[in-house]
Nanobody
Framework: QVQLVESGGGLVQPGGSLRLFCAAS????????MGWYRQAPGKQRELVAR???????NYADSVKGRFTISRDNAKNTVYLQMNSLKPEDTAVYYC?????????????WGQGTQVTVSS
């Protein structure tokens, strides 16, 4: 079993910054990629940013230039630095890990952390 624990969400004013943190633990052989997704009320969950074990990244167009994803492979952790936040960034943010357990690669999800951008 694999657990993902997130932290770092909260309330911030437009233009402000937040940093999200996620740590994976459990039966992990390796992690192919980690990422952040978000889901706003009434909308589908969408990819925000993803980073592979080799360091390749991809971002949603809406966050390019404002958000930065990074990871520590040795610690199985991933970070999301969010700058110049906008009200439309308000959502529940979920950490995702594509985990190789030695048998198969499986997606795991965190419990979600609320990010609210409002004045």
């Amino acid at each position: 079993q694999v657990q993902l624990v997130e932290s770092g969400g909260g309330l911030v004013q437009p233009g402000g910054s937040l940093r999200l943190f996620c740590a994976a633990s459990g039966s992990i052989f390796s992690i192919r990629a980690m990422g952040w997704y978000r889901q706003a009320p009434g909308k589908q969950r969408e990819l925000v940013a993803r980073i592979t074990s080799g360091g390749s990244t991809n971002y949603a167009d809406s966050v390019k230039g404002r958000f930065t994803i990074s990871r520590d492979n040795a610690k199985n952790t991933v970070y999301l630095q969010m700058n110049s936040l906008k009200p439309e960034d308000t959502a529940v943010y979920y950490c995702n890990a594509e985990v190789n357990t030695g048998i198969r690669v499986t997606d795991y999800w965190g419990q979600g952390t609320q990010v609210t951008v409002s004045s």
